[in-house]
């Protein structure tokens, strides 16, 4: 059974710079997508990127430019590099799992089988 966990969370002033990672602990299917996702108080959980096996990452338009995905197989870590860092990015961030199922890892929910507790982010202005 595969455990998701995340850290690298804080309090950061607008315009700075914070590094999320996401552990792997146990199996991970081999042909998978992980998947990085915020929400903000009273809000939706949205997706923020995507990154498969190969390493292929999607970003959404909002932190495009921004913000990068990148993993360490050997360690079996998946990252989220976040510059620029605006209020409107804070929230809670959790990584999620699942077996990858087209060509595209999207950042449906239901796609996700496995999810991480989560990291605050903070932003202030």
């Known amino acids: 059974q595969v455990q998701l966990v995340e850290s690298g969370g804080g309090s950061v002033q607008a315009g700075g710079s914070l590094t999320l990672s996401c552990a792997v602990a146990g199996y991970m299917f081999t042909d998978r997508c992980v998947a990085w996702f915020r929400q903000a108080p009273g809000k939706e959980r949205e997706g923020v990127g995507t990154?498969?096996?190969?390493?292929?990452?999607i970003v959404t338009d909002f932190v495009k430019g921004r913000f990068n995905m990148s993993q360490d197989n050997s360690k079996d870590v998946i990252y989220l590099q976040m510059n620029y860092l605006k209020p409107d990015n804070t929230g809670m961030y959790y990584c999620a799992a699942g077996v990858k199922k087209g060509l595209v890892c999207w950042t449906w929910t239901s796609d996700y089988t496995t999810w991480g507790q989560g990291t605050q982010v903070t932003v202030s202005s």
């Open positions: 990154i498969d096996s190969d390493g292929r990452t």
